[in-house]
Each structure stands twice: as structure tokens, then as C-alpha cells.
């Protein structure tokens, strides 16, 4: 049990994918404008992590390792995340029209999110079993959502904010995730 909880906590805190791996980025930067939009995403990610920890794992053990296919990981992983996505895609659409429009471009981009296929490749790499796996999947989209909410609550300050004006947009933002990222170093003598 121990040891489920240092891989949640690494990989929500100590290693967020977002800030620490910077995997992740174009989702954290382009959705991060409202905290509705950064939280909806946030659970779609995690959703797409959980699902996508569980389905690497049995289909690199059972199916690549089984028939001896380590080769095929990458399109394997690729073709499942690309799956996954596009139920979730098919889901918020039917159930939350506004979240889907809100969400825009940026949801069907999960698909090629590095963070979505760095975790799989990750699970694979640490050799974890499958509830590691699990609980490594829902902590990383844990600390991907909270990235992306603590962000999203500071670039809404930041639009009342007298920022000067050669660094409102981008600028500002880009300077917020370096900081963000800088405070996010402090959780490493945790683990």
C-alpha cells in the first residue's frame, strides 16, 4: 500500500508530467484560460491516463511479450490512446455539448498528447505491475489537472491584473508556467 501511494504522489506532485517532464504542454497552455475548460480537460485526461495505464499494460504483457512483438509498442499504444480519445470524444460531445465546445481543438488533441503516450511508455519502462500501473495512470492525470486548474486560476487573475503590455498574452503566460514549474521543484525531496 506503501508503495502505491510514493507512485501516486511522484507522479502527481514530485514528477507532474506537465511540469516536471514538460509533456503536456500544448493542452496546459491552450486550455488553461478558464477554470471550467482547464477541469473539464483535466478529468478527460485522467480518464484517458486511467484507461490508457490498464490497456498498454495487458496488451504489452499478454499480447506484445506474449508473441514476442516488443517491436509493435509504439503503434500499439498509439492506435489504443487514439481509441480511447475518441470514446471520450464521442462521450463529452453527447453529455456536456458546452464543455465540448469550450474544449475546442484541444480534445481531439489528446490523441497525440506526449504525456498520454509518455505515461504508457513510462509503465513499460518501470516494469510496474498493473495496479501499479493504475494507480501511476491516476496520478499523473491527478497532477495534470492540477497543473492545468492551478494555471487556469491564475491566468483568470492575471486578465484583471496591469500586466504591461509587452508581455500580456504569450509572454505572461509562458513566465507564470516557468514559475509554476520552478515551485513545483520543491516537491522534490518528498519522494
Known sequence: MKELIIIFISASLVNNFVLSYFLG??????????????????????FVMSLTAVSTWLINHFILIGLNMPF?????FILVIASLVQLVEMFIKKSAPALYQALGIYLP????????????????????????????????????TVALVIMAGIREELELADV????RGAGITLITAGLLALSFMGFAGII
Open 25 to 46: 504542454i500544448c493542452p496546459f497552455i491552450g486550455v488553461s484560460n478558464k477554470i471550467d475548460s482547464a477541469v473539464g480537460m483535466g478529468m478527460a485526461v485522467t
Open 72 to 76: 509493435l509498442e509504439y503503434a500499439a
Open 109 to 144: 488533441l489528446i490523441t497525440t498528447n506526449c504525456a498520454i503516450l509518455g505515461l504508457a511508455l513510462l509503465g513499460v519502462l518501470r516494469e510496474y505491475s498493473l495496479i501499479q500501473n493504475l494507480v501511476f495512470g491516476v496520478g499523473a492525470g491527478v497532477g495534470f
Open 164 to 167: 504591461p503590455a509587452p508581455l
